[in-house]
Each structure stands twice: as structure tokens, then as C-alpha cells.
């Protein structure tokens, strides 16, 4: 469930990120409700998800996949011009994506010890200080 609502609040951020353009600059009323309606809801989605997703990978696939979705978007309404290498590196977006979705959290607690503690569990919160 925390993946479905991380893709949903992603999707969000692609519509805040449209409406933010069709906005000028916030003068359009209708627009600008969108804008802020979806960022609010975005944010809260990514909040929520991120209490069960590493918040580096959480942000990185909202990140990701919103962005992705708001060139596919501007691509197919005819806002950007699309081209060969666009879709490429948006492909590249995507599969990246997928792999941090695929890859297995790192050992729990390994990432929170400084380096050079690894093998003292005395001194897990010191540094490692040399003379």
C-alpha cells in the first residue's frame, strides 16, 4: 500500500507541476487551485508513504515519476516538442525507478554507524579518532 500511495502522490506532483504552469504565474484562479490542492495532497501522500519507504528512495521515485509524468504530459498535449533522445533519458527515468523500487534495504543499522565502528559495538556512536 505505501508503493500505491508514493505512485499516486508522484501522479499528483505531475499535475501540481502542470497546473503551476498553466497558472501564470499563480493570476489564474482555477488553475492555481489545482496547484495548490495537488501539492498539498502530493506532499501528504509522500508524508505517508515515506513512514514505510526509506525517505532517499521514497523522494527519488516521487521525484522521478512525477517528472517523468509531467514531460510525457506537456509531450503528448503538445507543450514540449518531443525527440528521440527525450524519451530515451525519459526510459532512463523509468528504469531507474524500477530498480530502486527492486533493490533490498541495506542491513539495519549499518548506515547509522560512523565509519571505522563497524567492529568495536562499544563505541557504535563514537568516531573512530586516531592519535
Do not use: Q
Not at 499516486?8 to 497558472?23: D, K, R
Amino acid at each position: 500500500m505505501p508503493w500505491l500511495i508514493l505512485f499516486l502522490s508522484a501522479v499528483l506532483e505531475a499535475v501540481w507541476a502542470t497546473a503551476l504552469g498553466a497558472s501564470d504565474g499563480l493570476s489564474k484562479p482555477v488553475a492555481s487551485v489545482v496547484f495548490f490542492t495537488a501539492l498539498v495532497l502530493s506532499m501528504i501522500g509522500l508524508s505517508r508513504a515515506a513512514k514505510h519507504i526509506p525517505i532517499g528512495v521514497a523522494y527519488a521515485v516521487w521525484t522521478g515519476t512525477g517528472a517523468a509524468l509531467t514531460v510525457t504530459w506537456a509531450m503528448a498535449t503538445g507543450g514540449e516538442a518531443a525527440s528521440t533522445l527525450k524519451v530515451l533519458f525519459l526510459i532512463g527515468i523509468i528504469g531507474c525507478i524500477a530498480g530502486l523500487k527492486l533493490s533490498k534495504p541495506s542491513p539495519t543499522g549499518n548506515a547509522a554507524r560512523p565509519s571505522g565502528t563497524e567492529d568495536r559495538p562499544d563505541s557504535a556512536a563514537a568516531p573512530n579518532r586516531t592519535p
